[in-house]
């Protein structure tokens, strides 16, 4: 795990300090060891957080001098060792005993075809010293980051935009379309744009070339509709199936020569990774951190506390502050490179800063699972309206008896319900591409053009449709960058057992619409797990997302302060409207406001 930064173009070398001013701007992600080098006007930079082979041997950029290949690498190849061993056989011979080499000797190998077999996160570039360009790499889903933009002496990459702006690269304003569109619709990642203008991302599941006349010969490696059409078609898979996947998922993802814990809350999700966890290996000592808010109802700590007695592991409590969170805002909305939706992300910020203080490395994490096994209760409304629309009453309205008793819901007819959910499914859906908040914006966005980047599928129904967008588009991409930013921020590393491809596909292929008819989302992940965790984990209908109590923060005073100057800020410099902007998120306008101020950045 590393931060990776370089330039192409170059006519000159670069100059020491700005190389120093690049990589500091990424030393949180590496704090171990630093490298960078200039072959044919590319310049290459390195951070390096040492997590395989912590010998200097493994440092980068790293060098195949026969071939005359560089590469630098940020993320993990969980399958190195068998994609080693698959190499070994033919003929190649290593000096490392990581996954960088294996990444370059299996690049030469099989080309672009080695991001196809690796099963990882990870960004990186591919430098060919006969060439004046490098080869760009990002993982399926975007866990690891990878921006890119033009300067005055060339086009440079890194890790985050903070290094592209000590580069020189962008216009140094921020990116009014999406300043727009948070305001309009929240934090929604755009695949391809940053919250700065003139800095781009390459798209998840993506290779690029990027040269001196910039960016050239995009390919998409990995199509998540594929993946969906895929798993519709295959068999529904069995409870085993779906834990011999997340065991081999888990087990792959504690592969490390730093210590490996997780995190873990009272839901299913991070349960299922603990259990796991105790399967790859009965002995080890796992260390876990929970997130609470002691005498909230939100509080998640008594069942975490029961699963980690349960498995054996040593479980540190963190309890976010919301004065810190005034304090440290700053810094977050700076490591994060843009504003956040709430200040559950802070929760996650603290709870990565015990970790450091405990000498957790790497942590696994159950992000993904809900995307990937049906885990949000909207997608039991999608499913009861895609079952109306598709002329199955019956089918729909033994779901909403079954999902009103689990739920305590009053027993509203079929005929009762179906203006409700039809139209209440398909409107956001059908308006995604207008402006529903565009009265609260001001005249400083008045020529912006938010939009959400939705997925488009050809593939099964609305819930699938929906799931699709969920998982490239909407939810999992700003989730992934909140965890990636927050895990980094304190150099650890956080790894997702349920981002890997059997997972996806057994997940995907699990029929949630079939769970949801007995009132249960999850319904297989959960069934899967039940000889495993406490009742009281997996079949619970209270759990909630993993969030700080915002309610009660917003009672604070200084809270309530920071947040009316905010507005104030946001309204002086007609981002938002004077008065009807009063309406917008409190959280939106604090973050942004701090984010605009932090990076010294205007439309």
């Known amino acids: 795990m590393c931060g990776i930064a370089g330039a192409v173009g170059l006519d000159r070398p670069l100059d020491p300090a700005r190389a120093r001013a690049v990589l500091g701007a990424l030393a949180h992600r590496g ?91 990870w960004a990186c570039a591919i430098h060919d010293a006969s060439r004046p360009d490098v080869l760009l790499s990002r993982d399926r889903f975007g866990e690891k980051p990878l921006y890119y933009g033009q300067a005055a002496d060339g086009w440079w990459f890194a890790s985050e935009p903070l290094a592209l702006r000590a580069a020189g690269a962008g216009t140094g304003r921020a990116d009014a379309e999406r300043i727009a569109a948070f305001l309009s619709f929240g934090d929604v990642e755009h695949p391809t744009a940053s919250y700065f203008e003139g800095i781009s991302q390459l798209e998840p599941g993506c290779t690029m070339r990027l040269g001196p006349e910039g960016p050239t010969a995009l390919r998409r490696y990995w199509n998540i509709d594929d993946v969906v059409g895929n798993a519709l078609r295959s068999p529904t898979p069995s409870s085993h199936c779906i834990r011999g996947a997340l065991d081999d998922a888990v087990r792959i993802r504690m592969r490390a020569d730093v210590t ?176 529903p908040l565009s009265g609260l914006l001001g005249p400083a966005l008045r020529e912006a053009r938010p939009s959400l980047p939705l997925a488009r599928s050809a593939h099964g129904s609305l819930l ?40 996806v596909t057994a997940g995907l292929a699990s029929a949630w619409d079939r769970g949801m008819q007995h009132g249960w989302t999850k319904f297989a992940l959960r069934t899967a797990m039940a000889e495993r965790l406490p009742d009281e984990v997996v079949w619970r209908r209270d759990k909630t997302a993993y969030e700080v109590p915002e309610k009660s923060w917003l009672t604070r005073p200084d809270i309530l302060e920071a947040i009316a100057g905010a507005r104030q800020h946001l309204a002086s410099t007609g981002i938002v409207h004077a008065r009807r902007g009063r309406a917008l998120n409190p959280w939106r306008a604090l973050s942004l406001s701090r984010f605009l101020l932090r990076y010294e950045v205007t439309l």
Not at 50 to 78: C, K, M, T
Not at 406 to 428: E, F, K, N, Y
């Open 31 to 121: 704090p171990d060891a630093v490298g960078e080098q200039t072959i044919n006007g590319v310049w290459l930079g390195f951070r390096r957080l040492s997590i395989l082979d912590l010998e200097r041997r493994a440092d980068q950029p790293f060098h195949d001098e026969q071939a005359r290949l560089n590469i630098v690498f940020n993320g993990e190849i969980y399958n190195y060792v068998e994609l080693r061993r698959q190499l070994e056989q033919r003929g190649w011979s290593f000096r490392t005993t990581g996954d960088t080499e294996v990444l370059l000797n299996g690049y030469q190998e099989w080309g672009l075809g080695v991001f196809d077999r690796a099963n990882g996160m």
């Open 260 to 435: 490996v814990g997780t995190s873990l809350s009272g839901g299913v999700d991070s349960s299922t990774i603990i259990a796991s966890m105790r399967v790859a290996d009965s002995g080890r000592a796992i260390h876990a951190f929970t997130s609470s808010f002691p005498g909230d109802p939100s509080d998640e700590w008594q069942r975490a506390d029961l699963v980690a007695r349960r498995n054996d592991v040593t479980l540190h409590r963190v309890v976010p502050d919301p004065a810190s969170f005034v304090t440290e805002i700053d810094s977050l909305v700076e490591h994060q490179g843009g504003p956040i939706e709430s200040p559950t992300v802070y929760a996650q910020w603290c709870v990565m800063r015990a970790a450091r203080e405990a000498g957790v490395t790497v942590l696994l994490d159950g992000q993904g699972a809900d995307e990937v096994f049906g885990g949000y209760r909207k997608y039991f409304w999608i499913a009861l309206a895609s079952e109306m629309t598709r002329g199955r009453p019956d089918r729909a309205a033994t779901m909403w008896r079954e999902w009103a008793n689990a739920h305590d819901i009053p027993a509203l007819s079929l005929r009762q319900l179906a203006p409700v959910t039809v139209p209440g499914v398909m409107a956001p859906l059908v308006a995604a591409g207008s402006r």
């Open 464 to 503: 699938s449709r929906a799931a699709t967008t969920d998982l490239s588009r909407l939810l999992l991409p700003r989730l992934l960058r909140y965890g990636d930013r927050n895990s980094m921020a304190w150099s650890r590393e956080m790894r997702l057992p349920f981002l890997d491809p059997a997972v």
